[in-house]
């Protein structure tokens, strides 16, 4: 059980397209999903933390702007990197929060703008 | 401010090799500590789950143990599949993580 998946696994695209990344989780109901971000041989930072039916919130420095996101369902987020630009390129990664306290990550989006 | 460490950073060990590895941390609201592996370019998996002080559990050749300020994740005998980073997070609503432990068995 916890299976959290993520979708695409890879993208490659052109500076100032934008990029939508899909979050789900497969077997249980998730209130509460988060966004990371992930450079090489770093530790997880936190994007922002979204909730189901309301605005994501977001960490500092984060522009909401940049990367928006919805969580339209119970076992759905999205996070869309808009006008995305080479220095966005990092590997971003889900998780969803089950009814205890822990969170389970999803596979990771490795993101690269050329 | 709420800081995780983990120590050491890296570690080389032997096949069979038993060790431990640390995770200290000052955290204004604990709800729990957690326990995460991740394999290069994957996304964390989880491992364990402690609440209280003086909580263990155990996975395989994994243990994880907690006190007021600091948690050991024990790995007893391993293989070289349990080469990976080893992530510690606490937390409330927000988890944070440390940088990990990168672990690395030989053959």
């Known amino acids: 059980g916890a299976v959290v998946s993520q979708h695409p696994s890879r993208v490659i695209c052109k500076s100032g397209t934008s990029v939508k990344i899909e979050c789900r989780s497969l077997?249980?109901?998730?209130?509460?999903m988060f966004w990371y971000r992930q450079f090489p041989k770093q530790s997880l930072m936190l994007m922002a933390t979204?909730?189901?039916?309301?605005?994501?919130?977001?960490e500092q420095g984060v522009e909401k702007d940049k990367f928006l996101i919805n969580h339209a369902s119970l076992t759905l987020s999205t996070l869309t990197v808009t006008s995305a630009h080479p220095e966005d390129s990092s590997f971003y990664i889900c998780?969803?929060?089950?009814?205890?306290?822990?969170?389970?990550f999803g596979p990771g989006t490795r993101l690269t703008v050329l | 401010e709420d800081q995780v460490t983990q120590s050491p950073e890296a570690l080389r060990l032997q096949e069979g090799e038993s060790s431990s590895l640390n995770c200290s941390y000052t955290?204004?609201?604990?709800?729990?500590l957690f326990w995460y592996r991740q394999d290069p370019g994957k996304g964390p998996e989880f491992l364990f789950t402690?609440?209280?002080a003086g909580e263990e559990k155990e996975k395989e050749r994994l243990k994880a143990t907690l006190t007021k300020k600091e948690s050991f994740l024990h790995i007893t005998a391993p293989k070289p599949e349990d080469s990976a980073t080893y992530l510690c997070?606490?937390?409330?609503?927000?988890?944070?993580f440390g940088k990990g432990t990168r672990l690395h068995i030989l053959p």
């Open positions: 997070a606490v937390g409330d609503d927000k988890i944070i």
């Open positions: 077997d249980f109901q998730a209130t509460t």
């Open positions: 955290v204004s609201g604990l709800r729990g």
């Open positions: 998780s969803a929060r089950d009814q205890g306290d822990t969170q389970y």
């Open positions: 402690l609440y209280s």
């Open positions: 979204s909730n189901e039916g309301s605005k994501a919130t977001y």
